[in-house]
């Protein structure tokens, strides 16, 4: 860290093309069960200065832990076992703690997934700003805080001036996550490494996160280790990308020439994902609905959340309710099953009303409408086998025992493409997410209901885990004639399984209709908002929209 | 049923020296607490030296005896299983009240909730010691009387733990769906949240024997616990305590076991809540 100035804009640190890290042959091991198991196998990196690396793949990939090994970091019960990480003349795998203390912060930073779990909550943003600049000793207190308020502007956060001496659950979640990558380049760092750092946010967010991320790489041309699941979001951000699993690469290439002609079929794979599409069936004329929303209004205690909320579910249809966190989808959900009694307005099913509360509920109205989670790990019991999980609907519901309830049992399994004799016995917690929710999915079935209320049962899993789950729903609507309420924020899903579509905001429903219609304009300027921010797997697009967003702006004289 | 008995014996092997120490140190009072005729050398009551020769120490006695003429080592074998047993019961009707009481609280919440609550806060307001001596004074002192007086006051503590954490679990999405199921209560406390919590409540069973017992031991230190002639640690400290006056180690004996014991379980709970809680090594 020698000749770098600390506050110039838009200024390089050498000329691209150096070679800043280069990690050779790595080997990382994780600790499971008493034995040390390698996870990553021999992966080679280089990345030069300037230059932004895309690492995709799926959970257990790999990806993260190689995102970290480049500061020399493995995480508790994991170590780095073998090969060289050699960040600009220094190799990282061997290096003492010390020397790799200086390093972090100041030459390499890291931006985590989950930006308001990585901000100590009782500090004000601009106290956690100064500190890594303050404790390397590269800049004052005072210039330090002035350096984060021109940060940032330059990554457009509100009020730039003030916005620091906030406490970080007074900021959104978009904001925090920008936070957080300013304080990355608080030491105007040559590495970031960005893990995850927008899948938890809403595509609506999620593009203003992306957007400053880019913005800043490039204005201080900064190296970037860009880890995700989602290609779409790497082909925006990426010069390069390398995909990765089971902890070996697969390919790697520049970003155009990968997305245009990806070389293996597992790259091929991920490229389609999105591209899974149902064809849209018609609303079956005069018929009644199997679930109706009628003016329904809710509020948690004096919070009113939802109002005047009306929409039907057509049988064997599938309804796609809309819209980003806090738009009051999963309210909804729990005003339907009885959870959470409306204030006004009622729940028609088959067109007879439903009493509010569930516990008012016969147990067959129970057992016709069912639910499936988000979170598949907590939606099953830990404590129980799977045995006992889809069979106590069987024995509850419709009085199978025995004999017939284990034949049931077996065939529910057979269903969701699970082998019966290897799951049957299995605890839920020996179970990958994928499998846990297609137990889910089991479970809700074995009550043989008309309608299943699916809440974002795809957003926790994979993109190719979470395709298995939409084929697997799509055929098990066309076997059982069922009807799905399918709550989401993320229009590719939509596009898979929808044959109607719901688009609601702040507990309002801003427009409805067919799927076709919907993807067509003319749309609700919110709709628009939600249908152009979905990423596209062209590397130009977060370019184009954002200019064709500026345009707009300027036109309305914003 | 093989492989249970194969995971309980690696899970051994793995414990560290404490924990073994603490479960050989149990497992011996255990056995002397069941089989004591056999191992005391005299009998519980009786009265064995008359002279007052073996007061302090003798070749016949090994621990000596009382001030009485009773034999110390038989007795605190006889105590053991007095001590020990009531305090086992008395920890497990504890347990029954405040883990029930808890998981009601929990799952039914609202008011059920507010008032259980608000009963056990009342009660732990009191001072437990006094409280105890305040009632059983009134009632009277039999082994009965003692068992319900220290489980009810006990049980406020097993209350709140229970309810702790049965709250994490009842807000689990798996809770959620079985009450939509039309499950009773009965169900949800049995089947979904009970296997959930029995980990801490196991490590609390533990530390709460631990309070009971020595509970029980104070109050018959006080004179109204266990009574006499029944040889119980508490009171047998409190019957020779004038023997330290004349410089005979006598009184430190039973005290003696109810440290070991108190020590030994503490380090058993402490290597079972690591293990639950999930930390490695």
């Not at chain 1, 992966?43 to 190689?66: C, F, H, Q, Y």
């Not at chain 1, 930073?109 to 943003?125: D, E, I, T």
């Not at chain 1, 885990?465 to 066309?478: K, M, T």
């Amino acid at each position: 860290m020698s000749d770098r100035s600390q506050s110039g804009a838009g200024e390089s640190h050498g000329a691209q093309g150096d070679i800043l890290l280069r990690m050779k042959g790595l080997r990382i091991e994780g600790r499971a069960d008493e034995q040390w198991l390698e996870i990553v196998h021999g992966v080679d990196l280089t990345l030069r200065r300037g230059e932004v690396l895309g690492l995709i793949g799926e959970s257990g990939a790999g990806k993260s832990t190689i995102g970290l090994a480049a500061m020399g970091y493995a995480r508790d019960g994991c170590r780095i076992s073998g090969g060289e990480i050699w960040f600009d003349g220094v190799d990282l795998a061997k290096a003492s703690d010390a020397t790799k203390r200086k390093l972090r912060g100041s030459r390499i930073a890291y931006v985590a997934q989950s930006a308001a779990a990585a901000f100590n909550p009782a500090h004000r943003l601009i106290d956690q700003y100064c500190e890594a600049p303050v404790l390397h000793g590269v800049l004052s207190r005072h210039d330090a805080e002035a350096a984060a308020k021109d940060l940032y502007a330059r990554l457009h956060l509100p009020q730039p001036e003030t916005i620091g001496f906030r406490y970080p659950h007074q900021v959104s979640g978009g904001q925090l996550q920008r936070m957080m990558t300013a304080m990355a380049m608080s030491c105007r760092p040559d590495l970031i490494v960005f893990d995850e750092p927008t899948t938890a946010l809403d595509v609506t967010t999620q593009i203003e996160v992306m957007a400053a991320i880019k913005d800043i790489v490039r204005q201080f041309n900064t190296a970037a280790i860009y880890v995700t699941h989602d290609l779409a979001v790497v082909a925006q951000m990426a010069d390069r990308i390398m995909v990765m699993r089971y902890g070996d690469l697969v390919e790697e290439g520049e970003t155009r020439a990968m997305l245009d002609h990806p070389k293996q079929e597992y790259t091929g794979q991920l490229l389609a994902v999105r591209e899974l599409a149902k064809e849209e069936a018609k609303r079956p004329e005069g018929a009644t609905p199997v679930l109706a929303v009628r003016n329904v209004s809710a509020a948690y205690g004096k919070v009113p959340v939802l109002f005047d909320v009306s929409f039907d579910v057509p049988k064997k249809r599938t309804v796609a309710v809309v819209g980003e966190s806090g738009s009051g989808k999963s309210t909804t959900a729990r005003v339907i099953t009885g959870l959470l009694p409306p204030s006004e307005g009622h729940i028609e099913f088959n067109g007879e009303p439903l009493p509010a509360d569930y516990r008012q509920r016969p147990k067959d109205h129970l057992r016709r409408m069912q639910m499936i989670y988000q979170m598949p790990d907590t939606a099953l019991n830990p404590k129980q086998r799977i045995r006992d999980v889809i069979g106590r609907p069987l024995s509850f519901y419709l009085g199978l025992q025995g004999k017939q309830k284990e034949a049931r049992i077996r065939d529910l399994l057979a269903l969701i493409e699970l082998e019966p004799d290897d799951y049957i016995d299995r605890l839920a917690t020996e179970l990958s997410g994928g499998q846990k929710q297609r137990i889910c999915i089991a479970r809700a079935l074995a009550a043989e209901p008309e309608v299943i209320l699916c809440d974002e049962v795809t957003s926790a899993l994979d993109q190719l885990v979470a395709e298995g789950i939409l084929r697997l729903l799509i055929r098990l609507q066309d076997e059982f004639d069922l009807s799905y309420m399918f709550i989401t924020h993320d229009l590719a899903t939509v596009k898979a399984i929808a044959d109607e579509v719901v688009v609601m905001q702040n507990g309002r429903v801003v427009e409805a209709g067919p799927k076709g219609e919907m993807f067509q304009p003319p749309h609700h300027d919110y709709t628009d908002l939600l249908l152009s921010s979905v990423p596209e797997m062209d590397p130009d697009w977060l370019d184009r929209l954002l200019a064709e967003r500026g345009e707009q702006l300027r036109d309305r004289g914003i | 049923m093989a492989t249970a008995t194969h995971n309980a014996w690696k899970l051994f092997k793995t414990a560290p020296p404490t924990a073994w120490f603490g479960l050989i140190v149990v497992s011996i009072y255990v056995i002397v607490a069941l089989l004591a005729p056999f191992f005391a050398p005299y009998g519980e009551t009786e009265i064995v030296d008359v002279a007052g020769l073996g007061v302090g120490d003798s070749e016949k006695f090994l621990l000596g005896t009382d001030h009485i003429g009773r034999d110390v080592l038989s007795r605190i074998i006889y105590g053991a299983r007095n001590t020990v047993g009531i305090a086992f019961v008395t920890t497990l009707v504890t347990f029954l009240i405040g883990a029930v009481a808890g998981l009601l609280a929990a799952v039914l919440g609202g008011w059920v909730d507010q008032i259980l609550s608000r009963i056990v806060d009342t009660l732990m307001a009191i001072p437990p010691l006094i409280f105890a001596l305040l009632i059983l004074t009134i009632v009277g002192t039999s082994v009965l009387n003692m068992i319900i007086v220290i489980a009810i006051l006990d049980s406020t503590r097993v209350f709140r733990l229970a309810r702790a954490v049965g709250m994490n679990v009842v807000v689990m999405d798996y809770v959620e769906v079985a009450k939509l199921r039309g499950e009773g209560l009965w169900w949800i406390i049995r089947y979904e949240v009970l296997p959930n919590i029995s980990a801490p409540l196991a490590a609390e069973f533990g530390l709460r024997f631990c309070f009971v017992f020595l509970f029980i031991a104070s109050l018959s230190f006080l004179g109204l616990g266990l009574q006499p002639p029944t040889a119980d640690w508490g009171s047998m400290v409190r019957e020779m305590s004038t023997l330290i006056t004349f410089g005979l180690p006598t009184p430190l004996f039973p005290a003696a076991a109810v440290a070991l014991l108190t020590v030994s379980v503490n380090f058993v709970v402490d290597w079972f809540l690591h293990k639950t809680s999930g930390l490695k090594t």
